[in-house]
T-cell receptor
Framework: NAGVTQTPKFQVLKTGQSMTLQCAQDMNHNSMYWYRQDPGMGLRLIYYSASEGTTDKGEVPNGYNVSRLNKREFSLRLESAAPSQTSVYFC???????????FGQGTRLTVV | GDSVTQMEGPVTLSEEAFLTINCTYTATGYPSLFWYVQYPGEGLQLLLKATKADDKGSNKGFEATYRKETTSFHLEKGSVQVSDSAVYFCALTYGSGNTGKLIFGQGTTLQVKP
């Protein structure tokens, strides 16, 4: 009964370092999403993937890249981390047309 | 562009009190509307949804009605419990092509005291 699994749960990076956030879902969903959550701003969409092999920018894509490795996995990469990327990152999956998104437990990232 | 505005929090209530969390939206087209809940240390989970005007979504004693004339989707519960303490997010779908992308409000923290 895993649903959406994100790794790691916590990470501290130095400015300029790179890292990849991993996300996997076991619900056979076609669509996957990456959001960031900042205080007082709700969640904002970074990138999404409507199906395996496709990715598109969301509201706040600058500084990020994504890879839809296969139907299950959707990773988010920070090539050169900046303090402004300190946030909680959520991966989600869903079946477009059914609307409901299922969220992972989040990755709390701090860039110092 | 499309947007969602929620009432400012935090909201502090005593157990068994009536809850209202206001949500208004701006959207082109006819979005679906949602309430998600986030318990401490967890991801978001869907609480309820409504897909067209005048629909009422309900779950676990919570209700919200899609009001197109007032562009609102206010969350209500008749009698809150301590276990309802969480952050509540109002959201809508946006963009063409039924992609499932969501725009969220800023969240409202609810604290229920015994």
């Amino acid at each position: 009964n895993a649903g959406v699994t994100q790794t790691p749960k916590f990470q501290v990076l130095k400015t300029g370092q790179s890292m990849t956030l991993q996300c996997a879902q076991d619900m056979n969903h076609n669509s996957m999403y990456w959001y960031r959550q900042d205080p007082g701003m709700g969640l904002r969409l970074i990138y999404y993937s409507a199906s395996e092999g496709t990715t598109d920018k969301g509201e706040v894509p600058n500084g990020y890249n994504v890879s839809r490795l296969n139907k299950r996995e959707f990773s988010l990469r920070l090539e050169s981390a900046a303090p402004s990327q300190t946030s909680v990152y959520f991966c989600a999956s869903g079946e477009a047309g059914r609307d409901e998104a299922f969220f992972g437990q989040g990755t709390r990232l701090t860039v110092v | 562009g499309d947007s969602v505005t929620q009432m400012e929090g935090p909201v502090t209530l005593s157990e068994e009190a009536f809850l209202t969390i206001n949500c208004t939206y701006t959207a082109t087209g006819y979005p679906s509307l949602f309430w998600y809940v986030q318990y401490p240390g967890e991801g978001l989970q869907l609480l309820l949804k409504a897909t067209k005007a005048d629909d009422k979504g309900s779950n676990k004693g919570f209700e919200a009605t899609y009001r197109k004339e007032t562009t609102s989707f206010h969350l209500e519960k008749g009698s809150v419990q301590v276990s309802d303490s969480a952050v509540y997010f109002c959201a809508l779908t946006y963009g063409s092509g039924n992609t499932g992308k969501l725009i969220f409000g800023q969240g409202t923290t609810l604290q229920v005291k015994p």
